[in-house]
């Protein structure tokens, strides 16, 4: 069991300057935890408590206190009987605190963070799927789609990195299980609220960059986004970044400043070159001098050449970490990712990817891939965008359809408390080219229906945005829906139905 005593929290705190106001009589308190939260609604008895998040309520605490809380922390003042501790930084504190409480499980995993725009969630399944293969599933993975600690048993997250309390708390989990390495997607708002404050990665690989979560809510600026996204450099011992990226001038001099170690990939320079087969599922890595022996030819399970450029790093990474060349050719092919450019056949045989491409850079690569796929068909695209956060998307994802769509269906994807019809009415109008037909169908299993239906044999249908997910947030409830995949398998087993 873990525990942490009320006097090595506050000591804890002063030696890192948290403290807001000193109070000595803690220091001489009985009081021990065996359990932390910052959610009012996971209170276990001995629980320090957080008090984060913007919109943390008094009636939150009130309910925490209901509950047997005796300490908690907080950087606002409440009118209390208990004990409250006031903190600088409240996230600051929570990272600190767990790294204590949970025994320092980071210390006893090697630790490889992924981040970008596009790609994250497809990168670490094919590292994860490498190393699980050549260390005897010995490797935790923590991504946007799913989470592991035991190596074998997979459940869905719900952060694309999980809050601190939560990361820690997983990672003592991995240890515990016997496990060597974390495999983990860093997001910009990890960085941007502290989830990974502290934490040191052995490898960091930067995939991509382009605006993206710009909202009042998450960035308020490309240029602060950019910027939490390039922490990952400073925290890694060293880095594998896209020469093909935006900005890779900048991402390579970031890392001559602070010294970190780099190697790149892409297809016209880097430290390895990618050359695309003319079979989509293979390609060649290359370099004259092959410094790492990886130079050789590789086939995945996914199509697309914007895969070929997550598994160079990937290829990458895995050397470094001491892994063959045999070894990668052999797993890379079994990777298998949930809602990443999962392909479905129509009998009269269309083409249907369903995919969670949600922002400018995904539905452009996977929009030009469908045409290069089948130049002679049309691509078909259904997507939407979410309510509440990322509102530079839905421009940006206007712009996509129009560089890379025939047919266009907006519809409706997790649209919280915003009108669906407002989300994919600003979609539409940023969509300028002439050439593409555009429907509005806000029931999302209609509109899928409808484009399965269009679809011609030599076309390709994408329905972006909610991959194998079956449900849809309105409000703040996640209403069920069949799912994106599964009415196409319905529809494709019995298709007498649409």
Not at 164 to 190: C, D, I, P, W
Not at 245 to 272: M, R, W
Not at 403 to 419: G, I, K, Y
């Given at each position: 069991m873990?525990?942490?005593?009320?006097?090595?929290?506050y000591?804890?705190?002063?030696?890192h300057?948290?403290?807001?106001?000193a109070d000595?009589?803690?220091?001489d308190t009985?009081?021990?935890?065996t359990?932390?939260?910052?959610?009012?609604?996971d209170?276990?008895?001995?629980?320090?408590?957080f008090?984060?998040?913007?919109?943390?309520?008094?009636?939150?605490l009130?309910?925490?206190i209901d509950?047997?809380v005796?300490?908690?922390?907080?950087?606002?003042?409440?009118?209390?009987?208990?004990?409250?501790?006031?903190?600088?930084?409240i996230?600051?504190?929570?990272a600190?605190?767990?790294?204590?409480?949970?025994?320092?499980?980071q210390?006893?995993?090697i630790?490889?963070?992924?981040?970008?725009t596009k790609g994250?969630t497809?990168a670490?399944y094919?590292?994860?799927?490498?190393?699980?293969?050549?260390?005897?599933?010995?490797v935790?993975?923590?991504s946007?789609?799913e989470t592991t600690?035991d190596g074998?048993t997979m459940?869905?997250s719900?952060?694309?990195?999980p809050?601190a309390l939560v990361?820690?708390?997983?990672m003592a989990q991995?240890?515990?299980?016997?496990?060597?390495?974390?495999v983990?997607e860093?997001?910009?708002?990890?960085y941007?609220?502290?989830?990974v404050f502290g934490?040191?990665?052995?490898?960091g690989?930067?995939?991509n960059i382009s605006?993206?979560?710009?909202s009042?809510?998450?960035?308020?600026?490309?240029e602060?986004?950019?910027?939490?996204?390039?922490?990952?450099?400073?925290?890694?011992k060293q880095?594998?970044?896209n020469h093909?990226s935006?900005?890779?001038?900048?991402?390579?001099?970031?890392?001559?400043?602070?010294?970190?170690?780099?190697y790149?990939?892409?297809?016209?320079?880097g430290t390895?070159?990618?050359?695309?087969?003319t079979?989509?599922?293979?390609?060649?890595?290359?370099?004259?001098?092959?410094?790492?022996?990886i130079?050789?030819?590789?086939?995945?399970?996914?199509?697309?050449a914007f895969?070929?450029?997550?598994?160079?790093?990937?290829?990458?990474?895995?050397h470094?970490?001491?892994?063959?060349?045999?070894?990668?050719q052999?797993?890379?092919?079994k990777?298998?990712?949930?809602?990443?450019?999962?392909?479905?056949?129509?009998p009269?045989?269309a083409?249907?990817f369903?995919?969670y491409a949600?922002?400018?850079?995904?539905?452009?690569a996977i929009?030009?891939f469908?045409?290069?796929?089948?130049p002679?068909?049309r691509v078909?695209i259904?997507?939407?965008?979410?309510?509440g956060?990322?509102?530079?998307?839905?421009?940006?994802i206007?712009?996509?359809?129009?560089?890379?769509?025939d047919?266009v269906?907006?519809?409706?994807?997790?649209?919280a408390?915003e009108?669906p019809g407002?989300?994919?009415?600003?979609?539409?109008?940023?969509?300028?080219?002439?050439?593409?037909?555009?429907?509005?169908e806000?029931d999302?299993?209609?509109?899928?229906?409808q484009?399965?239906s269009?679809?011609?044999?030599e076309?390709t249908?994408?329905?972006?945005?909610?991959?194998?997910e079956?449900?849809?947030?309105?409000h703040?409830?996640?209403?069920?829906?069949?799912?994106?995949f599964?009415?196409?398998?319905?529809?494709?087993?019995?298709p007498?139905?649409h």
């Amino acid at each position: 069991m873990y525990s942490l005593t009320l006097t090595e929290v506050y000591q804890l705190l002063d030696q890192h300057h948290l403290l807001k106001k000193a109070d000595e009589s803690l220091l001489d308190t009985a009081i021990a935890f065996t359990y932390l939260s910052y959610d009012s609604r996971d209170i276990k008895a001995d629980t320090l408590f957080f008090c984060k998040g913007k919109n943390f309520k008094a009636q939150h605490l009130d309910s925490v206190i209901d509950q047997g809380v005796e300490v908690y922390l907080s950087e606002k003042h409440y009118e209390t009987v208990k004990t409250e501790i006031l903190v600088t930084d409240i996230r600051e504190a929570m990272a600190i605190i767990a790294q204590k409480f949970y025994h320092d499980p980071q210390e006893h995993l090697i630790k490889i963070g992924i981040t970008g725009t596009k790609g994250k969630t497809t990168a670490a399944y094919f590292l994860f799927t490498i190393l699980s293969h050549s260390l005897n599933q010995s490797v935790a993975l923590f991504s946007s789609e799913e989470t592991t600690v035991d190596g074998k048993t997979m459940t869905p997250s719900k952060l694309t990195t999980p809050e601190a309390l939560v990361l820690y708390r997983q990672m003592a989990q991995a240890v515990n299980n016997g496990l060597t390495h974390v495999v983990m997607e860093v997001s910009s708002q990890a960085y941007k609220t502290k989830r990974v404050f502290g934490l040191s990665f052995d490898i960091g690989i930067f995939l991509n960059i382009s605006p993206d979560h710009i909202s009042p809510i998450e960035h308020p600026t490309f240029e602060d986004y950019f910027f939490c996204k390039r922490q990952l450099i400073q925290n890694s011992k060293q880095m594998i970044l896209n020469h093909d990226s935006n900005y890779y001038e900048i991402l390579a001099d970031d890392c001559q400043k602070v010294k970190v170690p780099f190697y790149s990939y892409g297809h016209q320079l880097g430290t390895y070159q990618i050359k695309d087969a003319t079979e989509p599922h293979s390609f060649a890595l290359y370099n004259p001098a092959d410094p790492f022996l990886i130079n050789g030819d590789y086939r995945l399970a996914l199509l697309g050449a914007f895969n070929h450029e997550n598994a160079a790093a990937v290829i990458l990474a895995a050397h470094l970490l001491g892994i063959s060349r045999s070894d990668i050719q052999d797993s890379l092919p079994k990777s298998q990712i949930p809602g990443r450019m999962n392909l479905l056949k129509k009998p009269n045989g269309a083409y249907i990817f369903i995919d969670y491409a949600h922002n400018y850079l995904s539905i452009k690569a996977i929009g030009d891939f469908a045409k290069q796929l089948r130049p002679k068909g049309r691509v078909i695209i259904m997507t939407g965008s979410a309510g509440g956060k990322a509102l530079s998307r839905r421009p940006d994802i206007g712009k996509a359809l129009s560089e890379c769509a025939d047919v266009v269906f907006l519809t409706s994807d997790d649209p919280a408390f915003e009108d669906p019809g407002a989300i994919t009415a600003e979609i539409h109008q940023a969509i300028t080219n002439p050439a593409v037909t555009v429907y509005e169908e806000l029931d999302r299993k209609k509109a899928v229906v409808q484009a399965f239906s269009m679809a011609k044999k030599e076309d390709t249908v994408i329905l972006a945005g909610k991959g194998t997910e079956q449900m849809m947030k309105v409000h703040d409830t996640e209403v069920p829906y069949e799912g994106d995949f599964q009415i196409v398998k319905r529809l494709i087993d019995k298709p007498t139905e649409h």
